[in-house]
Nanobody
Framework: QVQLVESGGGLVQAGGSLRLSCAAS????????MGWFRRAPGKEREFVAA????????YYADSVKGRFIISRDDAKNTVYLQMNSLKPEDTAVYYC??????????????????WGQGTQVTVSS
């Protein structure tokens, strides 16, 4: 079973940047789709970004497109989310997740089988 641990969250002013990391241990992530999701207070969990096992396919939610960048370093078993031009509406707990099945691309939370505990991102206005 894979364990995912997010880090890099914190408090930042609007317009600032943060880089989230998701370190995996226990099992590889190299053959799996990896994603970032977030849950804002009082809202449903929502998709943020995903990257395929090869890194050749990348998807973003419209709300973060052009501001966030997802990447992966399989040698380090780590996935990153670079967040630029942050807005107060980006405030949420951010979760990374690994696809439930190898070599299958999906953006649906139900298709991700392993989740981290989350890291809080707070953007002040």
């Amino acid at each position: 079973q894979v364990q995912l641990v997010e880090s890099g969250g914190g408090l930042v002013q609007a317009g600032g940047s943060l880089r989230l990391s998701c370190a995996a241990s226990g099992r590889t992530t190299s053959n799996y789709n990896m994603g970032w999701f977030r849950r804002a207070p009082g809202k449903e969990r929502e998709f943020v970004a995903a990257i395929s096992w090869s890194g050749s396919r990348i998807y973003y939610a419209d709300s973060v497109k052009g501001r966030f960048i997802i990447s992966r370093d399989d040698a380090k078993n780590t996935v990153y989310l670079q967040m630029n031009s942050l807005k107060p509406e980006d405030t949420a707990v951010y979760y990374c997740a690994r696809g439930a099945s190898a070599w299958q691309m999906s953006l649906r939370a139900a298709d991700f089988g392993s989740w981290g505990q989350g890291t809080q991102v707070t953007v002040s206005s």
